[in-house]
Each structure stands twice: as C-alpha cells, then as structure tokens.
C-alpha cells in the first residue's frame, strides 16, 4: 500500500508538474507566430487594420453598433 508520506510526495511531484506545464503552454502561445499572421512579404497583417490595429471584423462591428 502507498503510505502518507508517498502520497504527499507525488502530490507535489505531479502539481508541481502541471504548473510547469501550464506555465510553458502560456509561453509558447504568447511567443508563437500565426501562420497567416504576416504577409510572405514582410507587410503587415491581412487581418489587422494598420490605421487603428483592430481586427477588421471588430472595427466593422463597433462601427455598425455606433450607428444605431
């Protein structure tokens, strides 16, 4: 049978473990490029309105409710 001190042991093992691997998760996905993020030429983003950097189906939604 698995004693008390065992258990805490691997408690804190895999704990510790998941941290990790949610810390790491965050890291790649802040730090990750999308593929279609920037264009084969160097522009900028063909889903990023360079004028005000919204996402154009955001900027046509907030324009849209502004004029009702």
């Given at each position: 049978m698995i004693t008390d001190s065992e258990l805490y042991k691997l408690a804190i093992f895999l704990g510790s473990c998941a941290m990790l691997l949610i810390v790491l998760y965050h890291f790649l996905e802040v730090n990750s490029k999308d593929k279609d993020d920037t264009v084969a030429d160097g522009?900028?983003?063909?889903?990023?309105?360079?004028?005000?950097?919204?996402?154009?189906?955001?900027?046509?939604?907030?324009?849209?409710?502004?004029?009702?």
């Open positions: 522009g900028t983003s063909s889903s990023v309105n360079p004028k005000n950097s919204m996402p154009t189906n955001l900027s046509s939604t907030l324009a849209t409710t502004e004029k009702r």
